[in-house]
């Protein structure tokens, strides 16, 4: 069966970076769409990023866009998310999910998803 497990979140100041990585196993991540969500409390969840199937385009949510890198390793069947001058307003849970599709962009979308990981950045 197909799983997704989040890791690498924490708290980092304004400015920090910070790399979360998402394991996948059940499925290879070259087959799929694979994107990162994330959600803070109170607020719905805001597309991040998203990876195309063959790893040859990446979109990027305009609040992110310049800071923030999608990348993975099919050798580890392993997606990354790096994040660097971290805002307060980047606090949320980070998700990682994969779409049957060529490239994702909406919630609806995607059909696995992970359990998320914690990032909080404090000023």
């Known amino acids: 069966q197909a799983q997704l497990v989040e890791s690498g979140g924490g708290l980092v100041q304004a400015g920090g970076s910070l790399r979360v990585s998402c394991a996948a196993s059940?499925?290879?991540?070259?087959?799929?769409?694979m994107g990162w969500f994330r959600q803070a409390p109170g607020k719905e969840r805001e597309f991040v990023a998203a990876?195309?199937?063959?790893?040859?385009?990446?979109n990027y949510g305009a609040s992110v866009k310049g800071r923030f890198t999608i990348s993975r390793d099919i050798t580890k069947n392993t997606l990354y998310l790096q994040m660097n001058n971290l805002k307060p307003e980047d606090t949320a849970v980070y998700y990682c999910?994969?779409?049957?599709?060529?490239?994702?962009?909406?919630?609806?979308?995607?059909?696995?998803w992970g359990q998320g990981t914690q990032v909080t950045v404090s000023s």
């Open positions: 999910a994969a779409a049957r599709s060529l490239m994702a962009t909406t919630e609806e979308m995607y059909n696995y």
């Open positions: 059940g499925f290879r991540i070259g087959l799929y769409c």
């Open positions: 990876m195309q199937w063959s790893g040859t385009n990446t």
